[in-house]
């Protein structure tokens, strides 16, 4: 049996034509996959029967199974998700004043050993597949009765955001391929602009984003070479003056000349002096930022502690004085551990 979810719409088209079928066959199942958000072959009406029971002999459509869904009292929804291999992710629903993002996982683990990470604590056990990468984005829709496909200004979970666990760009592949079917105008239709993939500094990936046209958010978290190295150990391989340029580079590439988000996760003591703001300032010259202060959310065992409300505060104010927006994140379903960095895979004993 071999699984339909996760298959380019070219894949499905070869998979269509090499049983006998016409290619206008494939476009129907496309639908049904990926409009209508249907699992049972039974129910894809206008299917000949015939056709259907080829399809149930010899394909499945799978959803990654839900362990637990938690809703946080802000809202924030959250998922366990298990795989067939029993790997397991988080994935989460973040409802903002318009809508809302569902932010997906694109590995089992990460191996880029993020000091501040919870995630980062653990190894990277897999890559995440095309269809465990877009079966999260189903199952968030199934969860809130999305299909089918609604158009991008009457659906509630109106964008995606790959911030969750893994470094995306590790998987670029598999998420290649995802990203174009959640593009897909005949199915989820899910707008490039409406997709931000966030990355450690895989400076030598971050341009091809831009001939993608999805957005790209950094997850900075340091002004200088000094710091950064010593909290995120990818800074080695890829030091700022590397990062800085692809990031030029993917401005440069990108339709719109997309403002870049930089993520910048406030520890105490480490990287929140007023210095600090102003060697960011500096360092992000030449190009079109906008910076998210993310308070750090600690974990047992955590090196750090987050910075004051007020050191933040001033933080911020600096970077606004020099006309960079730098609002701070606020924490989103801290109840359910579905914030930030907290993100935590269990594998099933
Ligand atoms: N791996 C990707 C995306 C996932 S992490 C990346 O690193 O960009 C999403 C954001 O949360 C990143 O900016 C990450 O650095 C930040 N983060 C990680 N741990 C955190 C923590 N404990 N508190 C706050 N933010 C954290
Ligand atoms: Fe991986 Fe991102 Fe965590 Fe770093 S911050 S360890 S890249 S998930």
């Not at 995630?119 to 969860?143: P, Y």
Request: hydrophobic fraction near 35%; charge should be positive.
């Amino acid at each position: 049996m071999k699984e339909l979810i996760g298959l380019t719409r070219e894949e499905l088209t070869q998979e269509m034509l090499s049983i006998g079928q016409k290619a206008f066959r494939a476009k129907q199942l496309w639908q049904w996959l990926y409009f209508f958000g249907e699992t049972d072959f039974d129910k894809m009406t206008n299917l000949a029967k015939p056709f259907r029971q080829l399809l149930k002999q010899n394909y499945t459509i799978t959803r990654p199974k839900v362990i637990t869904e938690q809703t946080s009292t802000d809202g924030t929804r959250k998922w366990l998700v298990e795989f067939s291999d029993g790997a397991r992710v988080e994935c989460v629903y973040i409802p903002e004043s318009d809508r809302g993002a569902v932010c997906i996982s694109t590995q089992v683990g990460c191996a880029q050993g993020c000091k501040f990470c919870h995630t980062g604590t653990q190894k990277c056990q897999r890559n995440l597949t095309v269809g465990e990468i877009v079966g999260q984005v189903m199952v968030a829709r199934d969860s809130y009765n999305e299909w089918p496909t609604k158009t991008d200004e009457n659906r509630m979970l109106s964008n995606i955001v790959v911030m969750g666990m893994g470094e995306p760009l590790c998987n670029f592949e598999n998420l290649k391929k995802a990203l174009a079917i959640f593009n897909d105008g005949d199915g989820m239709a899910i707008s490039k602009r409406k997709i931000t993939v966030s990355t450690a500094g895989r400076a030598d990936k971050i341009p091809e984003l831009a001939d993608i046209g999805v957005k790209l958010a950094v997850s900075l978290h340091a002004p200088n070479d000094k710091i950064r190295d010593k909290i995120m150990p990818i800074n080695h391989k890829f030091p700022l003056e590397k990062l800085i340029n692809a990031c030029k580079e993917y401005q440069k590439r990108s339709e719109r000349r997309m403002f870049i988000t930089m993520e910048y996760v406030m520890l105490k003591d480490v990287n929140d002096s007023l210095e600090c703001a102003e060697e960011l300032s500096q360092l992000v010259k030449g190009l079109e930022v906008k910076f998210n202060l993310i308070p750090f959310h600690p974990w047992p065992g955590a090196p750090f502690e987050c910075s004051s409300t007020n050191q933040i505060n001033r933080f911020s104010k600096l970077l606004e004085n020099k006309y960079f927006a730098a609002p701070i994140r606020r924490s989103r379903g801290k109840d359910i551990m579905a914030a930030c960095g907290l993100l935590k895979s269990a594998t099933k004993k």
